[in-house]
């Protein structure tokens, strides 16, 4: 749609110069529009900001030097003439930075030059600065205009929409693309109730989610937590007891795992580990530990502290060996297990091991209730999810995201909208 609208804006403005009696110039106002059409709004809005201050500025040294030009013929075309604009230029720029709008200063700079460079021997130079000067605001008109437009009629803001792109953020069936990530912004902008449910921590989702910031906060770690990214912090927590996190604790070591445990303190994640013992281990250690969003703790956990969740990884069948030692101890009742093979290390699997209460439909309540959201849709890249929609690739599962957000629009469909939600709601029952 970007595209599209870039080539009808410009068309728009040839229109408009044509309605004008070919008064102006519709080279700047193809300029204009093209450089405000964005793949957002906000984004549109600010780049309009930039070049119409720019504009003026621009178009206002352009006006002082006609004058300072006409007031001394003896210039001419000289190499001075040509000096004399160049180091204007360091006041055009230093205004921007006094009005703390440095990023308009290009646009400063091109309106300058195009005024005494190409046109200073105009007849009218005077007409000319007026006449750049609108058209540069008709195609920032134009394209404010444009960017505004919404193919869609009513959007479903009814229904919270739950997304799990773990394997896609792992890069895998093509990754997180371009695409996705610019489709779900979109739709995060026309006002989604979008969350993410992923199993990784809040570091392992803001990692592999670089350009996406969803308003809702995320349920992170299988339905442990819920993290808010814009607030940095955790609205809510299902936690293993200080006291029976020791007694897992000590389980595991008795059995020579290592064992990476989670806390978190003051809204810090927070992750302590002992002896790393395999490849698989260092691993993990060697590209995690630098993150910004983690802190890792080679020391024994303070034990007054309760646990978000713990996680192991080893061979395959020593790790399924833990798993059904575990279960049939007596730490297991208040413990959720879950264990996978490793996409990274080929012939490991992990363990992670959460509260039992850890649940993601917990959590999805809990956020339907926050948004007042009547109904619940869930999309996975995991065909082991359980998701509502299931797509291998990324690109898939968006489009099909924006298919239902956007299904609203269309009265002929509605009734099959709600079928759709009637279908889901009797699956979960059964």
Not at 295 to 303: G, M, Q, S, T, V
């Amino acid at each position: 749609m970007r595209i599209i609208k870039s080539a009808l804006g410009v068309l728009i403005c040839f229109l408009i110069y044509f309605l004008r009696g070919k008064q102006g110039t519709p080279f700047y106002s193809a300029l204009a529009v093209l450089w405000c059409i964005q793949n957002q709004t906000k984004n549109t809005l600010g780049n309009a900001l930039q070049r119409t201050i720019g504009t003026f500025i621009g178009a206002v040294y352009g006006l002082i030097y006609i004058l300072v030009k006409l007031s001394l013929p003896s210039i001419g075309d000289s190499f001075l003439h040509y000096a004399i604009i160049s180091f204007t230029l360091i006041p055009i720029i230093y205004t921007t930075v006094v009005i703390r709008q440095k990023k308009a200063s290009y646009f400063s700079c091109v309106v300058f030059l195009s005024i005494v460079v190409n046109h200073l021997m105009d007849e009218s130079p005077y007409l000319f600065v007026l006449n750049r000067s609108f058209d540069t605001l008709i195609g920032i008109f134009v394209g404010l205009i444009l960017n505004s437009i919404s193919i869609h009629g009513k959007l479903d803001k009814e229904t919270l929409f739950v997304a799990n792109l773990d394997r896609s953020m792992d890069g895998f069936e093509g990754g997180l693309t371009p695409y996705s990530q610019v489709s779900i912004k979109n739709m995060l902008e026309d006002g989604i109730n979008l969350t993410f449910m992923t199993m990784r921590t809040p570091a392992g989702f803001l990692e592999g989610m670089t350009d996406v910031r969803p308003k809702l906060p995320i349920i992170a770690m299988n339905g442990a937590i819920l993290y808010d990214i814009a607030e940095n912090r955790y609205p809510m927590v299902y936690v293993i007891s200080a006291s029976h996190a020791s007694q897992v604790e000590e389980f595991i070591l008795r059995r020579s795992f290592n064992v990476f445990t989670t806390v978190i303190l003051e809204d810090v994640l927070i992750i302590y580990y002992r002896k790393l013992k395999n490849r698989a281990e260092k691993d993990i250690y060697e590209r995690m530990h630098k993150s910004p969003y983690r802190n890792y703790l080679n020391k024994e956990r303070p034990h007054e502290h309760p646990v978000v969740y713990m996680m192991c990884i080893d061979e395959t069948e020593k790790i399924e060996a833990l798993k059904r030692d575990i279960e049939q101890s007596e730490i297991a009742s208040e413990l959720k297990l879950i264990s996978y093979p490793s996409d990274e290390y080929q012939g490991f699997s992990y363990l992670k091991i959460y509260s039992k209460n850890a649940s993601v439909q917990n959590m999805v309540d809990y956020l339907k209730n926050m948004t007042g959201t009547n109904t619940q849709i869930s999309l996975s890249d995991n065909n082991n999810s359980g998701a509502d929609y299931y797509f291998p690739e990324c690109n898939q599962l968006v489009r099909k995201m924006h298919h239902l957000f956007t299904w609203g629009q269309n009265k002929g469909r509605r009734n099959e909208y709600g079928n759709l939600h009637r279908h889901i709601q009797q699956k979960r029952a059964g």
